[in-house]
DNA sequence: GAAATTCCGTTACAAAATTCACAAACCAAG
DNA sequence: CTTGGTTTGTGAATTTTGTAACGGAATTTC
């Protein structure tokens, strides 16, 4: 699906992972058709901003009705570039590693984890979850071989910058960075950064604030 | 420490969680004094963006020189309420919740998982990382035996609902839920979404709109 | 089949966040 | 003590994001 303007707000790329995860709950309670107001409420935005955030990529609603909620679903993932596999590359196969490996619903959605590395000989030649860990060195080899598009990286954070070089030199797209430390990569390398303790310090900021406005 | 004012941008706490991360590795490295733009740098933001976000909570800075590394740290932590600690329980010792439980990273930031709480009867009286996995059914009791504040639900998505239910009824503050599914609490609730595959999302959609920018 | 109703897409407007720019503050050197 | 070189904190300008309003397309009702 085109896009139809230059830049797309990354809050309305959040928004829309979300709309997916309210319309696939419709679907399942077996709702065909939703308004957008019906669905900014389960979503809790406003309405305007779902019409507007779909118009960015095109016109899926039918006025007078509503949008068709199977059809948007596959919409969003289309215009979110989700309509198609993602081949990944897990480096650091720790307790975080694992659990993720261990995810049936990565390949569900589509992110499929094609290849386990670390470092530990230990660990190497391991089984987890029917893949076979590999040494990081490897990467390279694997990437071209499976075509891995994706980088997840859950080494600890002192080693993050290792992998990512070693994710980068493979000739990796995109990089998932669990670890808490900032990596540099050349810039044509999509980074994404997942820290946990982002969520846990807001909440613990607005108990807070919240206790003190009483 | 008080809030200068009324209301803080949710991005704002959210780079205040990445200025401690660099900050915690510029005093690894030895680094007492840091400016805005050198700070900026190292968080790919605007220095400006840096010391309006300070200027939130108030002055931490002097003039001509910059930031007193050590001292930053201390005042965004009690800026951000974490300069105590929380108490926390878990709802769901699963693949990931087990990885949570093992990381050892949440109690050095000040995040104390001190229940673990289970459905499951053969799980119930399992230790984990020296901690028994209780029944569901117990949370009334030890949010206030243990003073528990914060809600961890990792449970699979048809069950968060009922977990997040048995967290505001025992009493809990603020809930950061790791299932993909929309939960209602009241709303003196704080409620936080983690949903990993936002990052993948917004990852294939750049490296997708990337390419085709070619 | 006309009127009333619903609801999308878009434009216009408002609000919020980010960046700029500069005075005030600080330090070091002479 | 003064001067010169930095760097903060903040109001003003700019950019971005979100909301409201409304015309028009589709459906339903009578
Ligand atoms: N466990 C969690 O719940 C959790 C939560 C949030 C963040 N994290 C972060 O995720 C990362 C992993 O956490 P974990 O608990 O799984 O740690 P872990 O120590 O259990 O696992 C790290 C793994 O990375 C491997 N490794 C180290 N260097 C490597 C390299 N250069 N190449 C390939 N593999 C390498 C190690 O051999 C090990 O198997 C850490 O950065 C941690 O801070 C973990
Ligand atoms: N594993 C991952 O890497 C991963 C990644 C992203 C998101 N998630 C999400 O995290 C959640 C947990 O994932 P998982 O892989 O650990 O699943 P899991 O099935 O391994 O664990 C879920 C646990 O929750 C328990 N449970 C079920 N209902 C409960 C209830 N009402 N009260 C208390 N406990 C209850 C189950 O007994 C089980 O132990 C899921 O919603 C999943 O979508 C997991």
Not at 7 to 32: C, M, N, W
Not at 82 to 91: E, F, G, T
């Given at each position: 699906?085109?896009?139809?303007?230059?830049?797309?707000?990354?809050?309305?790329?959040?928004?829309?992972?979300?709309?997916?995860?309210?319309?696939?709950?419709?679907?399942?309670?077996?709702?065909?058709?939703?308004?957008?107001?019906?669905?900014?409420?389960?979503?809790?935005?406003?309405?305007?901003?779902?019409?507007?955030?779909?118009?960015?990529?095109?016109?899926?609603?039918?006025?007078?009705?509503?949008?068709?909620?199977?059809?948007?679903i596959t919409s969003i993932k289309r215009s979110l570039g989700?309509?198609?596999?993602?081949?990944?590359?897990?480096?650091g196969v720790g307790n975080l590693g694992r659990a993720l490996l261990r995810?049936?619903?990565?390949?569900?959605?589509?992110?499929i984890i094609r290849g386990a590395f670390?470092?530990?000989?230990?660990?190497?030649?391991?089984?987890?979850?029917?893949?076979?860990?590999?040494?990081?060195?490897q990467l390279p080899a694997k990437v071209k071989e499976l075509g891995l598009e994706i980088g997840i990286i859950t080494t600890p954070?002192?080693?993050?910058?290792?992998?990512?070089?070693y994710l980068v030199g493979a000739g990796i797209k995109g990089i998932i960075n669990f670890a808490p430390a900032r990596v540099a990569v050349p810039k044509h390398i999509h980074l994404e950064y997942v820290d946990f303790f982002h969520y846990f310090y807001a909440a613990a900021f607005h108990i807070r604030f919240d206790e003190q406005a009483d």
């Open positions: 699906m085109a896009v139809k303007s230059e830049h797309i707000p990354k809050a309305t790329i959040a928004r829309l992972a979300t709309y997916i995860q309210v319309l696939s709950e419709f679907k399942r309670e077996g709702t065909d058709v939703v308004s957008s107001e019906r669905l900014a409420e389960a979503c809790s935005v406003n309405s305007s901003q779902i019409r507007k955030d779909l118009a960015y990529f095109g016109e899926f609603g039918v006025r007078g009705v509503g949008y068709y909620v199977q059809d948007l989700i309509d198609r596999a993602w081949n990944c590359a897990l480096v995810h049936r619903e990565f390949t569900r959605k589509g992110f670390d470092c530990d000989p230990y660990k190497i030649g391991e089984m987890v979850e029917g893949m076979e860990i590999v040494c990081s060195r954070p002192e080693r993050a910058q290792r992998a990512a070089n």
